[in-house]
């Protein structure tokens, strides 16, 4: 073996067993097999070599070159491990006993109402419906008797997709035909859900919020049948009393509508910026479904006649947890949200 070959072999050995650390590691590979490191050093002596043994040179070069960097490498890799078991074994032990504090999340106060009126209505035979945030022209408007370039289009302007017909749904009145063709008739349905209306908001207005329908579709249903069901709901809801009102409403998906206020329970009645000063919030209109809508759905108005109702979800959350500012609800604060209940 060349004897320059052998030097620096030995002299890399002697300098591997003192290293340490990585950056130890590091250094010496730039001092043996960087630009300007001994190995490069020895490659350009090969000019001086005489000819007959430039090719056993070179080869002994070579192998002195993979030598060093499996060397490298291998020393590397047991720094690399020591270095992490010393930084597990000087860890702090974990203490099973200490004290913690784990904050946990709570349901968004929509969530609970919500919750609340589902446990309400299964109780009385309605099943859950889930519809999409996206409907088209036809279930929007056209099913619920409401044609093209109709003024009661002009209260629920909306976000439309580039999609054609598609647009983000104004009210969950959208799914009544789509659960009618399901089930057909009898039918008892609610199917809460989030609405998107192209609004100016205020204390009482969101340009995002959350509805709760229901139908109930059978034999001989009357405005009785609906009052009933209101009744039982919102007293179950509030658990007290509450004053509501009934008066004449027009939707074109019913025959007759209404609108049912609840007396503002932020201020009793005598006007604040949550009710718009007037006393009474409008919280969920109402009426017997109008005969072109269950033609709709397929279903004969001859035979079977059918209530609707579309609450305010959002509202009645406002109502029944003194939230003053509607806003506050999709404003994402932690430390508004957070005060109420889970159950
Ligand atoms: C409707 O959306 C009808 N689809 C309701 C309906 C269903 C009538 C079935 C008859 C039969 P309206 O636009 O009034 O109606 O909205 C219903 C309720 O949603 C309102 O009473 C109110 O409580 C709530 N609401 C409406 N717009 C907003 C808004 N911008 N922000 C918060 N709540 C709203």
Request: net charge negative.
């Amino acid at each position: 073996m060349n004897s320059k070959v052998t030097e620096i072999k030995a002299l890399f050995d002697e300098k591997l067993a003192l290293v340490t650390t990585s950056e130890q590691v590091e250094e010496l590979r730039v001092e043996f097999m960087g630009k300007k490191g001994s190995v490069a050093a020895l490659m350009s002596e090969l000019k001086n070599v005489p000819n007959e043994e430039k090719k056993a040179f070179g080869q002994e070069v070579n192998v002195l070159k993979q030598e060093i960097e499996t060397k490298i490498a291998e020393k590397r890799a047991a720094i690399l491990e020591a270095e992490q078991q010393k930084l597990i074994d000087s860890a702090e032990e974990y203490d099973e006993s200490l004290p913690y504090d784990i904050k946990t999340g709570s349901y968004h106060p929509i969530t609970l109402v919500q919750r609340d009126l589902e446990r309400i209505f299964t109780s009385m035979g309605f099943t859950i419906e889930n519809y999409s945030e996206i409907v088209d022209d036809y279930h929007c408007f056209e099913a619920l008797n409401i044609p093209k370039h109709h003024p009661a289009r002009d209260m629920q302007d909306t976000y439309y997709l580039s999609t054609e017909n598609q647009l983000l749904k104004t009210h969950t009145s959208a799914a009544q035909n789509a659960i009618m063709k399901k089930y057909g008739a009898p039918l008892r349905a609610i199917f809460p859900g989030r609405c998107f209306r192209n609004e100016s908001t205020d204390a009482c207005h969101e340009n995002t919020f959350f509805q709760m329908e229901g139908i109930m579709i059978d034999k001989d249903i009357s405005i009785s049948n609906l009052i009933y069901f209101m009744k039982t709901m919102l007293s179950e809801v509030f658990q007290k009393d509450v004053t509501v009102r009934l008066r004449p409403g027009f939707f074109p998906f019913v025959e007759p509508g209404f609108e049912l206020d609840i007396k503002c329970l932020n201020c009793g009645g005598e006007g604040c910026p949550s009710c718009k000063n007037s006393g009474w919030l409008e919280l969920c209109p109402c009426g017997m479904i109008h005969p072109n809508v269950l033609a709709h759905g397929g279903i004969d108005s001859e035979e079977y006649t059918g209530f609707a109702f579309g609450l305010g979800l959002t509202r009645l959350a406002m109502m029944k947890y003194g939230v003053k500012d509607i806003r506050t609800f999709n404003s994402g604060s932690l430390k508004s949200l957070s005060q109420f209940k889970n159950e």
